[in-house]
């Protein structure tokens, strides 16, 4: 049986943490939340998780995301990219480590590469999903909950107001 290299990574990060709690505790505060799976027969093999973002909806162990319901079609890196992000809210990353962590190659110039699929990937999550995964300048990208909370509350239009003569 073979697993997603972030699912593998994210075990692997979550190891060599001193502190597994701060993590738990960092998908609550950002507004990700990560579902457990419905026991499987008592089998005590790891389980990828769901992840629920204001209606973006990334399975990781059946490898699907939906955005309001509705199935969004990604390619296995976009996923694993995807996947990434979401396993670790609020933190930065820049292209080249994202070379290592997520296509798991050495970064030698490949920044063209990971913009891209950034790139694609916020196109195929439409424009409110897609503002969750966000530019930090020189610290790289980062995937920001708020967003898609922010970007939800100003999308409706605001009533004009009666004029007064």
């Known amino acids: 049986m073979t697993f997603p290299a972030v699912l ?4 692997v990060e979550r190891l060599i943490d001193t502190a597994p709690h701060t993590t738990t ?4 505060l950002c507004d990700v939340t990560e579902e457990p799976r ?5 089998t005590d093999l790891p389980r990828a998780p769901v ?16 955005v309001l319901g509705r199935p969004v079609e990604l390619t296995c890196m976009e996923l694993e990219l995807l996947a990434h992000f979401l396993a670790h809210p609020r933190r930065a990353f820049t292209p080249d480590r994202l070379m290592e962590l997520v296509w798991q190659q050495s970064a030698t110039g490949v920044q ?3 913009d891209v699929h950034i790139a694609r990937l916020r196109n ?3 424009p409110r999903h897609g503002a969750v995964i966000t530019s930090a300048g020189q610290a790289g990208y980062l995937l920001d909950p ?10 409706a239009p605001v009533p004009d107001s009666p004029e007064s003569d």
């Open 8 to 11: 593998l990574l994210d075990t």
């Open 25 to 28: 505790v960092a998908h609550v």
């Open 38 to 42: 419905a026991d499987s027969g008592g």
């Open 51 to 66: 992840y629920r973002v204001h209606g973006l909806v990334a399975d990781v162990g059946h490898r699907t995301v939906s």
């Open 112 to 114: 063209h590469t990971v």
């Open 124 to 126: 195929k999550l439409g």
């Open 146 to 155: 708020t967003k898609a909370a922010r970007w939800t509350r100003c999308s």
